[in-house]
């Protein structure tokens, strides 16, 4: 029993821990940036080269449907969607497999990122959670791990944010870093001459008005319905310059302007000029903070160790930051270490409350104290049954963790309340044990094998997403197994040594009814 249980010590840092486990969903978003300020029709053309290969490297008998989604939506609210696209200039891939694939979908995933990556090196490409429950356990971020740098002053946050992302990619198990927000998106910014324009009798609040109505529309600002009287139908209609008529600088100079009062028409060169500039495509704000953030997947590593080495590096940065310049870890990894803390503390209250329990119905501190001893060797299993079948550590399998706790206490009732019985006849603390461990080797070992049966579907993980519970039943299995040696085993020798330094039968029960 020590060495199981030393070994099962020495091998849990190997072990590892993640969240939740990888669900094979079926479906992948692939998200790809072209060179800021790609117009859409390059965009459009890079997508469809990317599209080739996919359909290259996926048999078209495991691909079911293949979406691009480039650009950002036209007159819609962004707040209602998880679209990370920042511009025309990038989008993402929606794919879906079929249920019947070859492959599973990480397999492919590794495929694309690999021969995309040596193809398209003017691209960049990274993953994001394709599936609800990835979704959820992201809480709204596109990757589990999210280093979040907060500072009023933007350029040397931008500047700690980049360097952050080129230490982080040296990490073994980091792919597809990066940083969220862009800086240097080409724009026009429109200089209006104040003194110019209330010389013609126009403020900038009406230049910027007819700008944003000729080139955006007034749907927005305005939005205007005409009912179809044949259908019954409400028809928006929208006052907008067409697209077509607004090809160049030239053009865009020429929008005319028109007076609120008197309807007036000025061009708008006569009381502005044109700057071609770059600026963020992307603002994100935390508390009114601007922040930048560094995005990262894991891939190959389980989640923990990543985050230990993450955490190593932003722990660096503790002392030399200038002032008003934050560090903070968000996604997964927050919510995990805070979900394993709370499991942790739920395994030991769960047996503290078992003690507490069994010490009520035994009326004795030393019966129950017997009973528990199986527990180590039930966790000892858990912990060698995760290490050999290659499986984290997760919240379903500390959950299974707490289901042994409960199945290895029944059996070692079993056991240790037949033995007060034959201590009670005036049997002998070690021939107690040896009759309770040899009257109570069948009904163990049926209640084993028959939790150990019902959990081996769930613990082979097949089906779409049976992966997500798979650790669970690992974890009763293993942890089952080795209880049960230990209730027969173990807990009938240390019943013995406890029970035999008391003397009388009646003093070991301990006034046991």
Known sequence: ??????????????????????????????????????????????????????????????????????????????????????????????????????????????????????????????????????????????????IQVVAFDQPKAYALAQEIEQRIKRIPGIVDARIQQVLDAPDLRINIDRL???????????????????????????PNFWVDPKAGRPVSLVVQAPQHRVNRLSDLLNLPIAHRADGEVELLANVATIEQRRSAAVLSRSDAKPVFDVHANVEGRDLGSVVTSVKQIIDGYAGKLPPGVTIVLRGQAASMDDAFRAMASGLGFAIVLVYLVLVVNFQSWSAPFVILTALPAALAGIVWILYLTGTHFSVPALMGAIMTVGVATANSILVVSFANEEMARGRSALAAALAAATTRLRPVCITATAMTIGMLPMALGHGEGAEQNAPLGLAVIGGLTLATMATLLFVPVFYSLVYQRRGSPAAAIEGNA
Not at 83 to 108: H, I, M, S
Not at 209 to 214: D, G, K, P, Q
């Open 1 to 146: 029993a020590v060495t199981v249980i030393i070994s099962a010590i020495l091998i849990l840092p190997q072990v590892g821990r993640d969240f939740f486990p990888v669900v094979d969903a079926g479906q992948f978003r692939l998200h790809v940036t072209a060179p800021t300020g790609t117009r859409l029709e390059a965009t459009q053309h890079w997508f469809t080269e990317v599209d080739q290969v996919i359909r290259e490297i996926i048999p078209a008998a495991d691909l079911a449907l293949v979406i691009d989604n480039i650009g950002l939506p036209d007159a819609f609210n962004l707040a209602w969607g998880d679209n990370a696209n920042r511009g025309v200039f990038d989008g993402e891939v929606l794919v879906a497999l079929k249920p019947t694939r070859q492959r599973a979908t990480q397999e492919y995933m590794q495929l694309l990122r690999t021969r995309l990556v040596a193809e398209f090196p003017q691209l960049r490409f990274y993953y994001q959670p394709a599936d609800m429950i990835s979704q959820i356990l992201n809480f709204g971020i596109p990757a589990p791990l999210d």
């Open 196 to 222: 110019r324009a209330a010389d013609l009798g126009l403020t900038q609040s009406e230049v910027a008005s007819n700008v944003l109505i000729a080139l955006s529309g007034s749907g927005q600002v305005t």
